[in-house]
């Protein structure tokens, strides 16, 4: 097998939240940035972007024969995660799936929800704007989905404070896939 170089892939992404069910960039507009108007810009990550789709298959066995016939897709997880560099209360609250900011004269504040555990949590839509093989941008698209892993922030002397975040991506309807990827080609 031959290495094409302009196969390989390597460099920087761009992680956008917004409100689950915004309006999502054209599949034209690649290369161009998401509406500020739905999408909010996270800044900047450390140790880069992690994108995973774990998937289940249980297989279908027969009497008859030894081996496994088929299998059928039983489970799915996909997640984005990453380390932002930006420890902001706003993306604490997107880290948090909501809570109250405020603000006044020489402060900002927030809390997180405290409202009863069965109350339905904030969902979101994450873009991750990264790169494709031969230098192309690459879109991927999780439509429905939580923070849903620990949030930490460490502080110490000699090192940065980032906030860790975890989002899972879940089911949106048997019209909408919960999750889309996008190749520039050209």
Excluded: H
């Excluded at 948090?96 to 809390?111: I, M, R, V, W």
Aim: charged share 20%; with cysteine; aromatic share 10%.
């Amino acid at each position: 097998m031959a290495v094409t170089t302009t196969n390989l892939i390597m460099g920087p992404a761009d992680l956008y939240i917004g409100n689950f069910g915004a309006t999502e960039p054209l599949d034209t507009a690649i290369n161009t940035t998401p509406a500020a108007s739905s999408w909010t810009d996270l800044g900047g990550t450390q140790d880069g972007v992690k994108l995973t789709v774990d998937q289940t298959y249980t297989p279908l066995e027969v009497d008859q024969v030894v081996d496994e016939v088929g299998g059928r897709l039983t489970k799915r997880l996909f997640t984005i995660e990453t380390n932002l560099a930006e420890a902001t209360l706003e993306n604490l609250k997107y880290l948090l799936n909501d809570g109250t900011a405020a603000s006044g004269t020489g402060y900002k504040s927030f809390e997180p929800v405290y409202a009863s555990s069965a109350t339905q949590p904030t969902y979101r839509a994450v873009i991750l704007d990264g790169y494709a093989p031969g230098q192309f941008r690459r879109r991927y698209i999780i439509r429905r989905c939580l923070s849903n892993d620990k949030v930490e922030s460490t502080y110490k002397k000699d090192g940065q404070t980032l906030f860790t975040v975890k989002w899972q991506g879940f089911y949106v309807s048997a019209a909408i896939a919960p999750f889309k990827l996008i190749d520039a080609t050209s």
